[in-house]
Structures are given as structure tokens and as C-alpha cells.
């Protein structure tokens, strides 16, 4: 049973450049939230999906930042533009429902760095 | 206001021996759960130990424990016998069930390092 993946675990890109990170739930699960955590800082919450919903995007910076998760395929997290201060790891974590009881797992995370 | 605080940013300790994290909440929900995950230099991030607001019994994973005590808001974790492999970044996390979902509260993180 495979868990949380994403790709590309390592990502380098330059001012102005797109960067595309990709998300695949563990099986079974339909609730994706992406977090990012800046250098020596704890994890911030960004945005919640549930297959074709954005459910919560309050963390997520009004401006260049984007999430998807189709109906098919994986959780696209997009940055247009990005600046330096991009540079941090993106996890995504999966739960099979929004109980309580349900516990989020956590993908290997991807580092973006921005020249 | 919905915060978790781990004080000690870097702990250091030898080898054998004991070691404790601490985490502190603030939370207006009855309703809650806390979290803890470790983050080894790989920098994946791996869960350790889930607990729920109305279960105040501590508990014990081989040379792992934890002491959830709700008078005191804290959720403390204790390493026994500690080894170079227990070396990573260990976050405790608080889940809120804000707004009808959940979401996740870090805090800060602890680096801990534990040398032979």
C-alpha cells in the first residue's frame, strides 16, 4: 500500500519561472491539504481539496498560488511567478475523511529552490 | 487563538541518554487532537503518535512516551535511552476542527541531536 507521494522531490527554478508540484494521495484517500515549511520553521498550513473542491484555501498567498485536484489524477499545487521567498518544502498530506478521528499522512515533500 | 509553542528550539544530548520535549497548546475547542511527528535529516515527515482531547492517559511505544496533561495545556514527549538514530526535528502538531475541517497547527519544531 503505497503512501503519500510527490514529485518532483527536488525542484529548481528561476525568478519568474512556473513551478508544478504534484501530489498522489495514499489509496482511498479523497482529502488533500498542502502545507509548506520555510527553512528551520514549522509547517503552515496552506490549502485543503477534496476531489474538484477547494475546500479551505486560507493559507494559501492570494496571489500567484494555485491548487487543483481533478477528478482524475494527482493534486497540482502551482506557483507562477516564483521569488526567492518560494523557497521552502511542500508537503502534502492525505486523510481519508474530515472525522476527527483522521489522521493525515504525509507525502516526502518537495524543495523548491528559486535562483 | 489556535497555537502550539515547543520552547526548546535545539536539545543535545549523549547517547542512553533520557530526553523530553515539550509542546504547549492553546486551544478554545473541547474537541481536539494532538499530534506528534518526527523529521529525520532525509526530511520526510513521519507520524509518531496520535491523541485525543477527552483521553488524558499517557502513553508508552518502547522507548517512547508521552504525558498529555490538559490541566497544563501540554502534550510532552520523552525519549528513554536515546540513540544516534532518534537525531531529527520533532514536531508537535494540534488538529482544530475549524470552521467544519481539519487543519493542521505546527509547532515550531525541536532539533534534536544525540551524539554517541
Known amino acids: 500500500n503505497a503512501g503519500v507521494m510527490q514529485n518532483p522531490r527536488h525542484l529548481v527554478r528561476r525568478r519568474g519561472q512556473e513551478a508544478r508540484l504534484r501530489c498522489s494521495p495514499m489509496k482511498g484517500h479523497s482529502h488533500v491539504y498542502w502545507y509548506r515549511q520555510l527553512p528551520e520553521e514549522g509547517l503552515k498550513f496552506m490549502v485543503y481539496?477534496?476531489?474538484?473542491?477547494?475546500?479551505?484555501e486560507s493559507g494559501m498567498p492570494k496571489e500567484r498560488f494555485s491548487a487543483e485536484f481533478p477528478k482524475e489524477g494527482p493534486s497540482i499545487l502551482r506557483i507562477q511567478q516564483v521569488v526567492r521567498g518560494d523557497s521552502a518544502a511542500y508537503f502534502c498530506?492525505?486523510?481519508?475523511?474530515?472525522?476527527?478521528?483522521?489522521?493525515?499522512?504525509f507525502g516526502p515533500g518537495t524543495r523548491l529552490t528559486v535562483l | 487563538a489556535q497555537k502550539v509553542t515547543q520552547a526548546q528550539t535545539e536539545i543535545s544530548v549523549v547517547e542512553k541518554e533520557d530526553v523530553t520535549l515539550d509542546c504547549v497548546y492553546e486551544t478554545r475547542d473541547t474537541t481536539y487532537y494532538l499530534f506528534w511527528y518526527k523529521q529525520p535529516p532525509s526530511g520526510e515527515l513521519v507520524f509518531l503518535i496520535r491523541r485525543n482531547s477527552f483521553d488524558e492517559q499517557n502513553e508508552i511505544s518502547g522507548r517512547y512516551s508521552w504525558n498529555f496533561q490538559k490541566s497544563t495545556s501540554s502534550f510532552n514527549f520523552t525519549i528513554t535511552a536515546s540513540q544516534v538514530v532518534d537525531s531529527a526535528v520533532y514536531f508537535c502538531a494540534l488538529r482544530v476542527f475549524s470552521g467544519g475541517y481539519n487543519k493542521l497547527i505546527f509547532g515550531a519544531g525541536t532539533r534534536l541531536a544525540v551524539h554517541p
Open positions: 498530506a492525505s486523510s481519508p475523511g474530515t472525522l476527527n478521528a483522521d489522521t493525515q499522512y
Open positions: 481539496l477534496q476531489k474538484e473542491n477547494i475546500i479551505d
